[in-house]
Nanobody, 116 residues
Framework: QVQLVESGGGLVQPGGSLRLSCAAS?????MAWYRQAPGKQRELVAA???????NYADSVKGRLTISRNNAKNTVNLQMNSLKPEDTAVYYC?????????????WGQGTQVTVSS
């Protein structure tokens, strides 16, 4: 069964840090983090290719860092200098090799709340 399992969300004060992790059950190509705040559309936060090329939303550049471990099929999101507007459910997304082709899969989501 193909799975993406996320961990690391929680409550943090403004200016604080959190680290999200996601483990895939198979070989991955691209991996990414998205987020969805209440009443808003899901948006791309950061993405990383298997070769390590990254892409970030303008709103998180310089504060959030995406990284991956190809051997373990994991992706992390280090979040520093968090702001209340970063509050959202964060979803891991990955292209996972299944039966000879890559399919697009989502994690269950993890809540990040930035509040004093």
């Amino acid at each position: 069964q193909v799975q993406l399992v996320e961990s690391g969300g929680g409550l943090v004060q403004p200016g604080g840090s959190l680290r999200l992790s996601c483990a895939a059950s198979g070989t991955t190509f691209s991996m990414a983090w998205y987020r969805q705040a209440p009443g808003k559309q899901r948006e791309l936060v950061a993405a990383i290719t298997r070769g390590g090329s990254t892409n970030y939303a303008d709103s998180v550049k310089g504060r959030l860092t995406i990284s991956r471990n190809n051997a373990k099929n994991t992706v992390n999101l280090q979040m520093n200098s968090l702001k209340p507007e970063d509050t959202a459910v964060y979803y891991c997304n990955a292209a996972i090799l299944v039966g000879g082709s890559y399919g697009n899969y989502w994690g269950q989501g993890t809540q990040v709340t930035v509040s004093s």
